[in-house]
């Protein structure tokens, strides 16, 4: 099957400026995440989708970054304005919702490096 | 809230000897998963392997095994024969059991294996 699909891979911006990212999930898949890396610590849960709506944001910094999942498929997620301190990889997450066996695994795409000057 | 902790940030192994990765959790909770995921340097994050709390044997998969101590709320993984290959960072991350379970990770170990 295939993977996670993200778009753009690497996005370099001047800070103040807006960028979006855009995540399709593995097909069947019921919950979507988005996590924030920073250089040498690991991801961290900014919003959680099950289906189109949202299960987590409690770290989603609201004033700047947005995220939607209006069919429940895709999602985008929105910086704007930038601060140099958003320079991280943007990893988009899916896993199947339920409590089966392999329902929980969480299946990673590739990323997207933003880099914010 | 749950933590997760990994206390070594980095480690390294000879090839073809074993070495163990620490990792400790704090949760409420009483039924979770936990995982270990490798991120090689492209990034993607890849399952090593899982363990379902509820279960008492520790999970293996082919030369990756786990130490799962519920009650110490400690989860190592050992990793047999090391491979070159295997020189990545390694995050634990913990997941509740419900419908929607949130995730928590670790902030890593970076392992390399030496020739």
């Known amino acids: 099957e295939a993977g996670v699909a993200q778009s753009p891979r690497y996005k370099i911006i001047e800070k103040r400026q807006s960028v979006a990212f855009w995540c399709n999930p593995i097909s069947g898949h019921a919950t979507l995440y988005w996590y924030q890396q920073i250089l040498g610590q690991g991801p961290k849960l900014l919003i959680q989708f099950q289906n189109n709506g949202v299960v987590d944001d409690s770290q989603l910094p609201k004033d700047r970054f947005s995220a939607e999942r209006l069919k429940g498929v895709d999602s985008t997620l929105k910086i704007q304005p930038a601060k140099l301190e958003d320079s991280a990889v943007y990893l988009c997450a899916s896993s199947r919702a339920g409590m089966t066996h392999s329902g929980n695994t969480i299946y990673f795409g590739e990323g997207s490096w933003l880099t914010v000057v | 809230a749950q933590t997760v902790t990994q206390s070594q940030p980095e480690m390294s192994v000879q090839e073809a000897e074993t070495v163990t990765l620490s990792c400790t959790y704090d949760t409420s909770e009483n039924n979770y998963y936990l995982f270990w995921y490798k991120q090689p340097p492209s990034r993607q994050m890849i399952l090593v392997i899982r363990?379902?709390?509820?279960?008492?044997q520790n999970a293996t998969e082919n030369r990756f095994s786990v130490n799962f101590q519920k009650a110490a709320k400690s989860f190592s993984l050992k990793i047999s024969d090391s491979q070159l290959g295997d020189t990545a960072m390694y995050f634990c991350a913990f997941m509740k059991r419900t419908n929607a379970g949130k995730s928590t990770f670790g902030d890593g170990t970076t392992l390399t294996v030496k020739p």
């Open positions: 363990q379902e709390a509820y279960k008492q």
